[in-house]
T-cell receptor, first 110, second 110 residues
Framework: DAGITQSPRHKVTETGTPVTLRCHQT?????MYWYRQDPGHGLRLIHY???????DKGEVSDGYSVSRSKTEDFLLTLESATSSQTSVYFC?????????FGSGTRLTVV | QKEVEQNSGPLSVPEGAIASLNCTYS??????FFWYRQYSGKSPELIMF??SNGDKEDGRFTAQLNKASQYVSLLIRDSQPSDSATYLC??????????WGAGTKLIIKP
């Protein structure tokens, strides 16, 4: 197994509530990424990290924040969920080469 | 703006034939290129990567790179129904980030 897990796998939440998605790796890779994938849009980068406490915004970062306090964990938080954030969220890890993806989190905001 | 372009398809290929998937990229500074396969409802998985001009073969898969034309392709020989999936092309930029195409949906008809 690639050593990357996402939790939860599925979540339904109400509009306006905060939501945190977790990505955990056992590979000790430096880089971690959060993507969302929607029909017709492909993979869109939300935020990424290049080390502990080092993060940066991607192309669709509005409404999202991240934290990386340990090498192995990268958290994605939706501060106040909206219906437009209903999506499949993928975490990915990299040591500078290709990415390895987690299994994804399907988030529904109602 | 760094871009990776793919025909969205669907590309329909008879079983046993060669499937040819194509991709162009805009950033001449890109050095490494990746092909991922994504089954419906699953996460992307790495098939091949290539960084030298020419061909790279791995089993039934051949990746081709032409940096002068900024063109990458993936050939799948003896196509099987299990090859039916969406294929994502990605170019790595100078910050080690992958720039993603939107994917080509491939359908192998028995």
């Amino acid at each position: 197994d690639a050593g990357i897990t996402q939790s939860p796998r599925h979540k339904v939440t109400e509009t306006g509530t905060p939501v945190t998605l977790r990505c955990h790796q056992t590979e000790n890779h430096r880089y971690m990424y959060w993507y969302r994938q929607d029909p017709g849009h492909g993979l869109r980068l939300i935020h990424y990290s290049y080390g502990v406490k080092d993060t940066d915004k991607g192309e669709v970062s509005d409404g999202y924040s991240v934290s990386r306090s340990k090498t192995e964990d990268f958290l994605l938080t939706l501060e106040s969920a909206t219906s437009s954030q209903t999506s499949v969220y993928f975490c990915a890890i990299s040591d500078g080469g290709g990415y390895t993806f987690g299994s994804g989190t399907r988030l529904t905001v109602v | 703006q760094k871009e990776v372009e793919q025909n969205s398809g669907p590309l329909s290929v008879p079983e046993g034939a060669i499937a040819s998937l194509n991709c162009t990229y805009s950033d001449r500074g890109s050095q490494s290129f990746f092909w991922y396969r994504q089954y419906s409802g699953k996460s992307p998985e790495l098939i091949m990567f290539i960084y030298s001009n020419g061909d790279k073969e791995d089993g039934r898969f051949t990746a081709q790179l032409n940096k002068a034309s900024q063109y990458v392709s993936l050939l799948i020989r003896d196509s099987q129904p299990s090859d039916s999936a969406t294929y994502l092309c990605a170019a790595q930029d100078s910050n080690y980030q992958l720039i993603w195409g939107a994917g080509t949906k491939l359908i192998i008809k028995p």
